[in-house]
């Protein structure tokens, strides 16, 4: 906890416009507080005794030539500052302006500290009042917008300052700029605020403030490679804000081990301790490392001017811990504080029920001000509890149309909801607004991207870019919309944009650059090093992080000095090596999805992710290549920790709640209709099926289906119906992302005496060939039942496959077979056949164009008996061709219809198949088929399939319906 003295020293930094002429009235005005801050602190609500009604006439001796009024309005700004003593500051501004009503120094120093006490409305009144008269002081008017802006009226705030900047002459002009480049912040004016900074820098490039300043504004655009890097250099010239700042850095990239082991290193008796301790806290509960968090967030509570973030800490951690009662004792306490805290609320009493709209008359407390509902609002939101935070944020508008933290919450909250038309209409008002804001373009630009309205999201990151070259961060979202808008080509050429120039080539620059008698031969030795590998590699900042792992670990032979030079070199480059960094790795995990190259692209977003532990979109997508593997335990295990970092990431949310649904046990049931007729009698068979049956999770990878059968069978050569009865067992499950399996077992009962019961399975083994191709092995026990001769036969065919699929790019693959079957009347065949197929178009409309071929040959062909002119019997009776070749294309469009476009999320779409061929025996056909597949809330399932085959010596058509519930 900070001394009374370094309180004191607030006001060298933060006063509004008086400077005291002496010295020694300073140094009294100290030595007051020294010795009377604890005996004049008073309790919230209490009335304090100013110093003139205990008998002191004058602050500071008249021979000091400093007046009274300027000395209490010192000492009243100096209380402003301490949380403690705020009660007392005010009663000192009110006393002050009883002797002088119309001193806008005390009158604007009064408005500002009622603004951080929450008393907002108070504070406007004397805001209004102070501009109803006429201010030229350039000070006061930036003092004037500092308060607007804490008042969320950005807006005035704006206005104010640049009257301010009209006004200011001289070295004003310069000062009040770096204010105002603080105070746009508030409205995201960030580029503008760069500039100031950076011009600033210009002229004095030492300035630790500024660069501070800089470090940190950096930091707020998530520019965090950049101020990673700012923040570095300043270690050895102010090394606790350095370390404070990497602390925050860390913690916003999520690296949250590296965050508190930051923190940790700041002095507690610094004026930052506290800071860092609250921080080193908050990081280790980010962690998990709850047992630490707890003692360092009983610590905070225990001091005053942090109890209340202690208190709060502590009642998340135990929470976290799952002791629920202590929670809620640290969360009343922290209500004795502060009554309106919506965090500890909602913690303990919940989001109450009330109809729509009605929701803010039940809040606790009854918030009323902008700044209370516009508080609740994000308490809510950041629950997910997105449509309370919403009529919140609408509430807030109600009470005050130009609160800025309102219109933008309510803005980002109904883009959560997909209601974008209205969310975009809100960014459109506020950028028409404020046109330099780069913070509302960026956030319009990501909203249109999520509804889909590719093209203009990548308009608005082209026009950031034009204005900052230098931020990374619309290119890279730029890159990764152009991947959700399928168009791979300009996403690769936008990730490719981040990684130029090469680092590796700046750090061959730095090097040849070098004066002569600086290149040492160690130094020349790293450069042809550096130059050899520079065109002979897969990223271009391999030579980089190679010769920085040299040099972290002593593989080189240097000097101090040519290993100070190299440690800066290095230093300085570092956040450009990182944004290239991240680039290559996004782009080659990006390009391999987009190749279809799954197992590929999961390790390659494992390695991204190991990099940026705090990336979203590498953590979705790790997620959803696992899914698409089969990996669905290991796919949920990502989103969890997904949204333990963003509890509102949506996507995340649904998917993980849609594969977690696979837990769950499914009834279904099923319908088919199949008739062929062809082939003289050969093909003479209507079959239906109904089947009624159960999936009984084992895990989420490994599933059992039971299923009861049964069967209408009709010989249309005699014209008679068989019906039987069976049931049916089958697994399937995945063991890891390059072996998968399958396996079944059908028992069948025919209901006459005089069929036999027959047995069917297979089993099946998928090996993933490192995404080239995939490659199944099986056995198969099938029936042969085409005809009534078959039927009484009994035929059946066992066989066994290799099959082969690639997907030779994104649009173009091959599917293969070679069988081998062996009937049980003795006889065998010999299967080959194979498909090319290319995409004319992407998803969601795609349009497939295909060729294919097929060779059979049987040992013996059907063999017809006759009784006189009857037909008695066939051997061999199913369709036994003898070297048998056929060919033809098919056009295939299926249309997804899903709201969402991600594993996890309803399916929802419909197939179209037409195809021909002609074949070796003189018989070319056609044949068009159709699907229909619909999930709904991760419940319901209903798939429609029907197929037509025609030709001159075989027909036949199918139907399969099935419907299917989840619980």
Known sequence: MPNTFDRCLWPQKTFLSVSCRSAAAVAFLLA??????????????????????????????????????DSRLVLAQTLAQDKNRRNDAVAHFRELLKANPNHQCARIGLAGLLARMGRHKEAAELIQSVLDGKLHDVQLLADMADIEAALGHAKLSRLLYQRAMAEAKGKEINSIALRYASTMQAWGDFYTAETIFRNALAGDENNVAIRLKLANLLAGMQRYDEAEGMYRKLLPVCRTDALIGLAEVKFLKKSFDQSAKLASEVPADSPSGLAALSLQAGALLEAKEYDQALNLFEELSQNKSQMLEGLLGLGATLRAMGRVEAANAAYNKALDIEPDNPIALLAIHGLPTSAAGKLVDKLPGKPTSAAALTRWAEALAAKGLRPAATECYRAALRSDPSYFPAVIGLAGVL??????????????????????????RLELARVLAWSKRYQQAIGEYDELHRINPDDPVPVMEKARTAMWAKDFKLARATYRQLQEPPVDRLLLERLRNLPQQRMTPALKQEEDRLEATLNNQDSPCDGYESLRFRLDNDKLELSQADRQWLDDTLAELQPTFQIQKTAGLEERAKSLAWDRRWSQAL????????????????????????????????????????????????QAAEAKTGLESLRNPEVSTAYSFWREKGYGDLSQMQRQRIDTGAALPLTLQHTLRVTENHWFEKTLNDDRTYQSDGFTLRWDGVFNKLVSGSGGWTRKFYETSDLNPLDTGFADLAFNLDDYARINAGW????????????????????????LFSAITRKLEFDGEIRGVYYTDHNTSYREKGALSYALTDHPHMLKVSMFGEHRNTEHTSRYIYRGNTLVNIIYPYWSPNNYTSGGGALEWRHDLSKQFYRGADQHYYFLRGAAAAASDNNPWIEFEGGWHLELSHHWTIELKALVHRSDQWNAEGAWLSLGYRF
């Open 603 to 650: 390790s390659a977003y494992e390695a991204l992710l190991r990099n940026s532990p705090g990336n979203e979109e590498a953590a979705f997508e790790k997620a959803q290549m696992e899914s698409q593997l089969g990996l669905n335990d290991d796919a949920v295990e990502t989103y969890r920790k997904l949204l333990y970092l963003d509890p509102n990431h949506r």
């Open 780 to 803: 198969e026990l099938a029936n042969e039942i085409y005809n009534t001769y078959g039927l009484h036969q009994g035929v059946q065919s066992n066989s066994g496959y290799v099959k």
């Open 415 to 440: 883009a959560g909801q997909d209601m974008f038309d209205e969310s975009i209409g809100l960014y459109n008002d506020l950028a028409e607004e404020y046109p330099s804001s780069s913070k509302i």
């Open 32 to 69: 007051i507080l020294l010795s009377s801050s604890e005996a004049t602190s008073v309790e919230q609500g209490e009335e304090p005794m100013l110093p003139s009604e205990s008998g002191v006439s004058s602050l500071v001796p008249d021979e000091e030539g400093v007046s009274d009024f």
